[in-house]
């Protein structure tokens, strides 16, 4: 990168389920004027802003900004999918990193809905067909569910399938994050489980997924200002927070060649790749990692796919401890998707905002100790993903 940018402040609202969650423009006013705060700016200083969001008429974003500040700067409406927001992050980062700006906005937001998430367009080409079409090619047999969890589930079927692991894997990554989430007052759901319990839940994907092993619909927002660090030096803005390498792919033809790669394996392994090439540096550099958990499976792919531990080992991973304070990696020290929730457009930029504080050494009780180089994953079906890599 020939500018260096830096995340120069971040705010996040408390996420909440979408029966007790505030109109989407008042989580996105508080979630900004919490960053702008946060960074020692007034909305003035921002000369771009990226929104993000999937359930929302058009120009949301600008309707949600007007109650900030009417400028008249560029407002961009990201649509991607689950990775909208770290999309919207991307999109910003390019904009500084060319020098066409110092300083943007990125801000995700999302006020859903309760229950299964659905397509709202049905009288036209539905996006995830192909890959519901290939999934039932791969599992003719399998259980009929709505798309995210027939698309999740399935490829959890055939993850323990390939390798031999229990399906209680998934219960264990369940209750650590739920372990970790119990230290975020922003989740929503922050009581500790058991592996008996998530067993127990109700079926969502008979036997290998329950509904404590799927993230749970929530409203909320989430903001970050992206800078040059020339500028946050000039303003005398925070600048400890680099990114220091991103990459994003979307699907390949080997996206369609297993149930894993249906659901981003083989783009997050691209996009992961790409990026410790551009950082210069290996997995094994990273302390903290936030990742794309939408459902427990996924993250168990994700270990995989961004090369925390190798294909067909994360069993031994969960087991050793290695994604959980004092081991290898620290991964979604905030609780994640399932304990947080997943407020679509919200998601990649609350991740982003966690690991500023974990840099900055803000997180409090659940501060990951030495942490130093940071790792986030936000991936969209259909598909896109995002890896980002910062340090301190």
Partial sequence: M???VVIAGVGMSKFRKPSEAA???KMVHAAINEALTDAGLDYGDIQQAFCSYIYGDSCSGQRALYDVGMTGIPVVNVNNNCSS?????FLARQAVQSGEIDCALVVGFEQMSAGALASHFND???PMEPLLSRLSALQPDAPLAPMAIRLFGGAGAEYLQQTGASPELFAQVAVKSRRHAEHNERAV???PLTVDEVMAAPQQFPPYLTRLMACPPTSGAAAAIVCSEDFARRKGLQSKVKIVAQSMATDTVESFES???????SMSRAAATS???KAGLGPESIQVVELHDCFTPNEVLSYEALGLCGRGEAEKFVRDGDNTYGGRFVVNPSGGLMSKGHPI???GVAQCAELVWQLRGQAGVRQVEGARTALQHNIGLGGAVVVTIYSA
């Fill in 2 to 4: 020939t500018t260096q």
């Fill in 23 to 25: 109109s989407y423009t």
């Fill in 85 to 89: 927001g770290s999309t919207g992050l």
């Fill in 124 to 126: 036209r080409d539905d």
């Fill in 189 to 191: 759901f922050r009581t």
């Fill in 259 to 265: 149930a894993q790669d249906l659901v981003g394996a």
């Fill in 275 to 277: 990026a410790y090439e």
């Fill in 345 to 347: 457009g919200a998601t």
